[in-house]
């Protein structure tokens, strides 16, 4: 099946710096691409839907200017936590579907700490 | 709207143990599709089965099983003879017209030797 792939898995950041999470289909052309976002022992609730070479959609109560999200092209999005608090520790997941495919290919994950 | 309901927050069962997840679903969409996924404890979702609308016939995989039932707008998911091994949390999930994958809560199972 086709690969999606994450990096980092995992990192620390202390509170005030900006961490950027890439999202990589490996195999395909993405051209969309979803972020959510995890609490320990919750669902994945969405984030956003990008879409490649226009702005991001985010979900109510995402905010924009904190979660930066751009999907210059199509195998590759990313998305930067800009001045992060500790509050925004939590699983960041990707996905990506290609155009007229309904299945989402999912990334690895992002565990993020700050601290 | 559209939402997923997985009604059991954690199920604990002993292994061998035949286990049967549920999810039911709200649409208005006539044209959708349904997901599990597994999440173990690492936390990539894994695919297990896709399934849309039009297809009500159930599916088995091996030890898995799915059971659609448009009636009752439900797509459960059995596992026979449980092992550790499927210890994880299992996540049902909806994709229709907005262009969403909408997931339920999830269910934690714990399978025990």
């Excluded at chain 1, 990096?7 to 691409?33: N, Y």
């Excluded at chain 1, 320990?40 to 226009?54: D, R, V, W």
């Excluded at chain 2, 009604?7 to 999810?23: G, R």
């Amino acid at each position: 099946g086709a690969v999606v792939s994450q990096h980092p898995s995992w990192v620390i950041c202390k509170s005030g710096t900006s961490v950027k999470i890439e999202c990589r289909s490996l195999d395909f052309q993405a051209t969309t691409m979803f972020w959510y976002r995890q609490f320990p022992k919750q669902s994945l609730m969405l984030m956003a839907t990008s879409n490649e070479g226009s702005k991001a959609t985010y979900e109510q109560g995402v905010e924009k200017d904190k979660f930066l999200i751009n999907h210059a092209s199509l195998t590759l999005s990313t998305l930067t936590v800009t001045s992060a608090h500790p509050e925004d520790s939590s699983f960041y997941i990707c996905s990506a579907e290609s155009l007229g495919h309904t299945e989402a290919f999912f990334g690895q994950g992002t565990r993020l700490t700050v601290v | 709207a559209q939402k997923v309901t997985q009604a059991q927050t954690e199920i604990s069962v002993v292994e061998k143990e035949d286990v049967t997840l549920d999810c039911v679903y709200e649409t208005r969409d006539t044209t959708y599709y349904l997901f599990w996924y597994k999440q173990p404890p690492s936390g990539e979702l894994v695919f297990l089965i896709r399934r849309n609308s039009f297809d009500e016939q159930n599916e088995i995989s091996g030890r898995y099983s799915w059971n659609f039932q448009k009636s009752t707008s439900s797509f459960n998911f059995t596992i026979t003879a449980s092992q550790v091994v499927d210890s994880a949390v299992y996540f049902c999930a909806l994709h229709g017209g907005y262009n969403k994958l909408i997931f339920g809560a999830g269910t934690r199972l714990a399978v025990h030797p």
